[in-house]
């Protein structure tokens, strides 16, 4: 199944970027680039909620 997710960016010092969201609690990643950050926040993203609905059915 797929989710689509809203991710907010931001641009920290050192050129580092930041990514939360707001709907998939615990996700917070950080990444050299957009993209990257993005890669890291959707495999992130998959382990949280995976780990809910495993913790839901049991």
Do not use: W
């Given at each position: 199944?797929?989710?689509?997710?809203q991710?907010?960016?931001?641009?920290?010092?050192?050129?580092?970027?930041?990514?939360?969201?707001?709907?998939?609690?615990?996700?917070?990643?950080?990444?050299?680039?957009?993209?990257?950050?993005?890669?890291i926040?959707?495999?992130?993203?998959?382990?949280?909620?995976?780990?809910?609905?495993?913790?839901?059915?049991?």
């Amino acid at each position: 199944m797929k989710h689509l997710i809203q991710l907010h960016i931001e641009k920290l010092p050192k050129g580092m970027h930041l990514a939360i969201s707001d709907e998939v609690q615990g996700l917070i990643v950080q990444g050299r680039t957009i993209q990257e950050t993005i890669e890291i926040a959707r495999d992130v993203a998959k382990n949280l909620i995976e780990a809910q609905s495993f913790l839901e059915k049991n």
